[in-house]
């Protein structure tokens, strides 16, 4: 059984920061990719970032150059550093593993999720 637990979601105005992490236990974390995802009410939930086992980076184009995805496989945690933060940004942030590289953007191929944490953007 794997357990991912979020925290960092808040309030904060358009323009600002926040940084999520996401505490994984229960299985081999370095070797796993960890992804990010957000879902918005009413919409569907969609890919924020993603990171390889080694260190590689992907990103939705709505986030790119705002959000930064990051792990320290010594403490089994994944952030997701999110800077520059707009309205649309609003949504539950919700981390997930999967043991692959592909198909980084589809929510069907990560096996374990997060309760998720929300992120709120006034403007």
């Known amino acids: 059984q794997v357990q991912l637990e979020e925290s960092g979601g808040g309030l904060v105005q358009a323009g600002g920061s926040l940084r999520l992490s996401c505490v994984a236990s229960?299985?081999?974390?370095?070797?796993?990719?960890m992804g990010w995802f957000r879902q918005a009410p009413g919409k569907e939930r969609e890919f924020v970032a993603a990171?390889?086992?080694?260190?590689?980076?992907y990103y939705a184009d709505s986030v790119k150059g705002r959000f930064t995805i990051s792990r320290d496989n010594a403490k089994n945690t994944v952030y997701l550093q999110m800077n520059s933060l707009k309205p649309e940004d609003t949504a539950v942030y919700y981390c997930?593993?999967?043991?692959?590289?592909?198909?980084?953007?589809?929510?069907?191929?990560?096996?374990?999720w997060g309760q998720g944490t929300q992120v709120t953007v006034s403007s």
């Open positions: 990171i390889s086992w080694s260190g590689g980076q």
């Open positions: 997930a593993s999967k043991p692959s590289i592909v198909s980084l953007t589809t929510k069907s191929a990560y096996d374990y």
């Open positions: 229960g299985r081999t974390f370095s070797r796993y990719v």
